[in-house]
């Protein structure tokens, strides 16, 4: 149980293009979604959390315009790299979590991730 | 700024020892912790969690919680080949963010056949 796909698993994409990343639950209702992005040699890095239905929560000095994220339905998520920059490239992952997290038992379970790449 | 904390290694380790991880997290109000294990090129996936002093135990896998000291560890027995991988620790945050996870940067393990 707990599976989170995401679609593509690779993309290579010209500077100034947009790339849509899909993220699903598979087995599960997803109450909130996280989107994370991850540089080489470095940790995973929140960029915002999604609540199905309403409006994403963005991180500090994440671009709410830049990064569009849409929590359609409680199996979908989808990330939208608007005018993608070579800046941009990096290895993004979903996950999601059943709950809203508050509850302490509540965890996250990652999809396999996307890796873009702006040329 | 809730901080979290891991040697990044690389721990090195023989076949069938004791793999030992730590972690230490600023955050006092912090409920629950997280082991996350990412192979090189590919996303976390969970190992345990736990919330509760003390310790936990699955299969060749124990996590140890003291939050006294703010201190979470991670044991593990019988050490494979493939274990080798960057084992990340997550703490989920209190208070108005306590649905947010924050995540150390990593131990590098390397268990030699």
């Known amino acids: 149980g707990a599976v989170v796909s995401q679609h593509p698993s690779r993309v290579i994409c010209k500077s100034g293009t947009s790339v849509k990343i899909e993220c699903r639950s598979l087995?599960?209702?997803?109450?909130?979604m996280f989107w994370y992005r991850q540089f080489p040699k470095q940790s995973l890095m929140l960029m915002a959390t999604?609540?199905?239905?309403?409006?994403?929560?963005?991180e500090q000095g994440v671009e709410k315009d830049k990064f569009l994220i849409n929590h359609a339905s409680l199996t979908l998520s989808t990330l939208t790299v608007t005018s993608a920059h070579p800046e941009d490239s990096s290895f993004y992952i979903c996950?999601?979590?059943?709950?809203?997290?508050?509850?302490?038992?509540?965890?996250?379970?990652f999809g396999p991730g996307t890796r873009l790449l702006v040329l | 700024q809730k901080e979290v904390e891991q040697n990044s290694g690389p721990l090195s380790v023989p076949e069938g020892a004791i793999a030992s991880l730590n972690c230490t997290y600023s955050d006092r109000g912090s409920q629950s912790f997280f082991w996350y294990r990412q192979y090189s090129g590919k996303s976390p996936e969970l190992i345990m969690f736990i919330y509760s002093n003390g310790d936990k135990e699955d299969g060749r896998f124990t996590a140890q919680l003291n939050k006294a000291s703010q201190y979470v560890s991670l044991l593990i027995r019988d050490s494979q080949p493939s274990d080798s991988a960057t084992y990340l620790c997550?703490?989920?945050?209190?208070?108005?963010?306590?649905?947010?996870?924050?995540f150390g940067k990593g131990t590098l393990l390397t268990v030699n056949p």
């Open positions: 999604s609540n199905e239905g309403s409006k994403a929560t963005y």
């Open positions: 997550a703490v989920k945050g209190s208070g108005g963010s306590n649905y947010k996870l924050t």
């Open positions: 087995d599960f209702q997803a109450t909130t």
């Open positions: 996950s999601a979590s059943s709950g809203s997290g508050g509850r302490a038992q509540e965890t996250q379970y």
